[in-house]
């Protein structure tokens, strides 16, 4: 079992929509919790991070955590197609972090 | 803050050469920092942890006589790739954890495009 496992996709939503990105992670220790966003032919970026169950918001972003469920996911509101990238979930355990594989996210306008 | 440069961005070399990455974390001091390759609509692969006056760790199957890890110092790592071929050609990302402590964040530094030929 992968430390942290996304849905590969391709995920496509039309624009203006809400985007749902979901991530699992298996070490129920886990204490931070992050998403990067990478457009092709480019590093990851730092979009939200969380360390607490429930949600934070920032912008049109909003990250969700269920500990109990280890699960967090990322909701993008009013989606746009500057947002089409693969978006990556991270943890951190303490100790290490991992990244998921990644969900590529296609808005069409 | 957290800014993390490397240098340089992209490299065209000949087969049999070899590449110096540097990886340099500009606001912040990083006594550990990450390599990772990435191969095109791959997912970033991690090749191995670099720590300050210290030797690197490298992931399974990642040959570290051909991939030198130096952290000469809190603020720089550099990664060279040694007699490089075409199969070597790939994006090369550097990271390094910062932000505040006991939640560090990996910052990641633009990437340096390689190309062998």
């Known amino acids: 079992q992968k430390e942290v496992e996304q849905n590969s996709g391709p995920l496509s939503v039309p624009e203006g929509a809400i985007a749902s990105l979901n991530c699992t992670y298996s070490?129920?220790?886990?204490?931070?919790f992050f998403w990067y966003r990478q457009y092709s032919g480019k590093s990851p970026e730092l979009i939200m991070f969380?360390?607490?169950?429930g949600d934070k918001e920032d912008g049109r972003f909003t990250a969700q955590l269920n500990k109990a469920s280890q699960y967090v996911s990322l909701l993008i509101r009013d989606s746009q197609p500057s947002d089409s990238a693969t978006y990556l979930c991270a943890v951190y355990t303490g100790n290490q972090f991992y990244f998921g594989t990644g969900t590529s996210l296609t808005v069409i306008p | 803050g957290a800014v993390v440069s490397q240098h340089p961005s992209r490299v065209i070399c000949k087969s049999g050469t070899s590449v110096k990455i540097e990886c340099r974390s500009l606001d912040f001091q990083a006594t550990t920092m990450f390599w990772y390759r990435q191969f095109p609509k791959q997912s970033l692969m991690l090749m191995a942890t670099?720590?300050?006056?210290?030797?690197?760790?490298?992931e399974q199957g990642v040959e570290k006589d051909k991939f030198l890890i130096n952290h000469a110092s809190l603020t720089l790592s550099t990664l060279t790739v040694t007699s490089a071929h075409p199969e070597d050609s790939s994006f090369y990302i550097c990271s390094a954890p910062g932000g505040t402590s006991g939640a560090p964040a990996q910052y990641f530094g633009p990437g340096t495009r390689l190309t062998v030929l």
């Open positions: 070490d129920r220790g886990s204490q931070s």
């Open positions: 670099s720590n300050e006056g210290s030797k690197a760790t490298y």
């Open positions: 969380i360390y607490s169950n």
